[in-house]
């Protein structure tokens, strides 16, 4: 539980633009949340980090890319206005990223993520020969219409996204062979989120609750939690200790563990909190 390698390399990465950007006397600034964890984005900000949802209007500096990527317009905008940027794409991410661009040309491309979920938008926001690559986008079973018969497609999933959901759409993308289509699943759900969702379920089966920790717009924390629910456990999705109840205190064997946006420091801070009397 807590931070993947790609939160930390992120994280690394914004240490050291903040910096660069004091020696070189300019404005530090991040594309959006650096992560999805308010007190490590509060940290930033401390630090004079600014979040930014685009160049317009902004002094150039130094901006960081946060590790879920960015659509291609918007990292253009960026260097065309005169900034200084810091990618802290993570490398899965840029992997399948550069993957989308390649396939543009000869597939067409499905994307399977959350709507509006910022992977979700960088995907989707590829650009090749000067335009964004068409995609369509897949939330759930239900999204998924026919296929144009004889067609090829190619599918990408978002790294945090839900694995037996993700399970069942590729079950219903296969049966589109049927009608002549090629269909290749360029990637999977990260490795990273896979062990942490299999250890979650065999923690949930030695508790007789769990308590998750991690932000509310974290992809990954809310799957943690859904995948105990689904076990038949009591859950919470608590930010910090802050949100601790009594009710967490009543159980024999209560389970801790953390979306991979969690910093260490708030873990410890809530397993003390929940050993007091």
């Known amino acids: 539980m807590g931070y993947c390698k790609g939160v930390s390399r ?18 530090v600034y991040s594309l959006g949340k650096l992560i999805h964890n308010d007190e490590t984005c509060a940290f930033f900000a401390d630090q004079g980090m600014q979040v930014i949802a685009g160049s317009e209007g902004y002094e150039p500096g130094v901006v960081v ?13 960026f260097v065309e206005a005169g900034f200084d940027l810091v990618d802290a794409t993570c490398p899965v991410v840029k992997h399948n990223l550069s993957s989308i661009a390649a396939y543009a040309s000869s597939h067409t491309i499905l994307i ?21 690559c068409e995609t369509v986008l897949i939330h759930n079973p239900e999204d998924i219409g026919l296929p144009e018969p004889g067609k090829s497609y190619v599918v990408f999933v978002q790294t945090t996204f839900d694995q037996g959901l993700w399970n069942e759409i590729q079950a219903i993308l296969r049966t589109w062979e049927r009608y002549g289509c090629e269909i290749i699943f360029a990637n999977e759900v990260c490795p990273s989120s896979i062990n942490r969702r299999q250890a979650t379920l065999e923690l949930a089966d030695a508790c007789d609750a769990v308590v998750v920790i991690g932000g509310r717009e974290s992809a990954n924390t809310r799957a943690l939690y859904r995948l105990v629910c689904k076990r038949g456990k009591k859950a919470w999705h608590i930010e910090n200790e802050t949100e601790i109840t009594d009710e967490m205190r009543s159980y024999d064997i209560l389970g801790i563990t953390a979306g ?12 003390d909190s929940l050993q007091q009397e």
């Open 65 to 77: 890319l946060r590790a879920h990527g960015v659509p291609d317009t918007i990292r253009s905008s």
């Open 112 to 132: 399977v993520g959350h709507p509006g979920h910022p992977e979700t938008l960088a995907m989707r926001g590829v650009q090749c020969g000067g335009k964004s």
């Open 10 to 27: 992120a994280l690394a990465l914004a240490v050291s633009a903040l910096q660069d950007a004091k020696d070189a006397g300019k404005p």
């Open 260 to 271: 991979a946006s969690t910093p260490s420091e708030v873990i410890h801070r809530v397993i």
